[in-house]
């Protein structure tokens, strides 16, 4: 053949640790691939996301709601909270604002106190969230007793 003054490198070999990382990815996929692909293993998030909120469930404590109507203390906790929690929202004077007003007898989803609480603590369709696990239920309560003086006014 002929000699360039070039240095070649066509019979150069791959390194040891380059090959040992090469399969060892494509060990690795083979066997992610074959674990977590619904259709071959069966595996699926939705599944243990299922469970989970089962398992959850059965050991959730129901939330009642408190009776705080008339307690002046309870009342005025009620007030604070919504200021920092639901203010944003339905403004500082409740009469609405990205949310409906809380002052009126006839909401939506309800006036009771039993409806109201749901409705914090489980949030409704288009645009409520859930604050029960942000405020829990003591402060969820208090602040129906403070939603029920409003309308009272």
Same mark, same amino acid.
């Given at each position: 053949?002929?000699?360039?003054?070039?240095?070649?490198?066509?019979?150069?070999?791959?390194?040891? &640790?380059?090959?040992?990382?090469?399969?060892?990815?494509?060990?690795?996929?083979?066997?992610?691939?074959?674990?977590?692909?619904?259709?071959?293993?069966?595996?699926?998030?939705?599944?243990?996301?299922?469970?989970?909120?089962?398992?959850?469930?059965?050991?959730?404590?129901?939330?009642?709601?408190?009776?705080?109507?008339?307690?002046?203390?309870?009342?005025r906790e009620g007030k604070e909270?919504?200021?920092?929690?639901?203010?944003?929202?339905?403004?500082?004077?409740?009469?609405?604002?990205?949310?409906?007003?809380?002052?009126?007898?006839?909401?939506?989803?309800?006036?009771?106190?039993?409806?109201?609480?749901?409705?914090?603590?489980?949030?409704?369709?288009? &645009?409520?969230?859930?604050?029960?696990?942000?405020?829990?239920?003591?402060?969820s309560s208090k602040m129906v007793?403070?939603?029920?003086?409003?309308?009272?006014?």
């Amino acid at each position: 053949m002929h000699e360039t003054p070039e240095p070649q490198d066509g019979h150069n070999k791959i390194p040891k &640790g380059w090959l040992l990382f090469f399969f060892g990815c494509i060990i690795f996929l083979v066997g992610y691939i074959v674990s977590y692909t619904p259709a071959i293993s069966g595996w699926s998030f939705y599944h243990n996301f299922e469970k989970e909120m089962a398992v959850a469930s059965k050991t959730e404590k129901p939330n009642a709601v408190k009776e705080y109507t008339g307690d002046k203390e309870a009342i005025r906790e009620g007030k604070e909270i919504f200021a920092t929690t639901c203010a944003p929202c339905h403004n500082a004077d409740a009469k609405g604002g990205i949310g409906p007003d809380l002052t009126t007898v006839n909401l939506k989803y309800g006036s009771a106190r039993k409806d109201l609480y749901e409705s914090i603590a489980k949030g409704r369709p288009n &645009g409520m969230p859930s604050f029960l696990p942000q405020i829990g239920s003591e402060k969820s309560s208090k602040m129906v007793a403070f939603l029920e003086t409003l309308r009272k006014k």
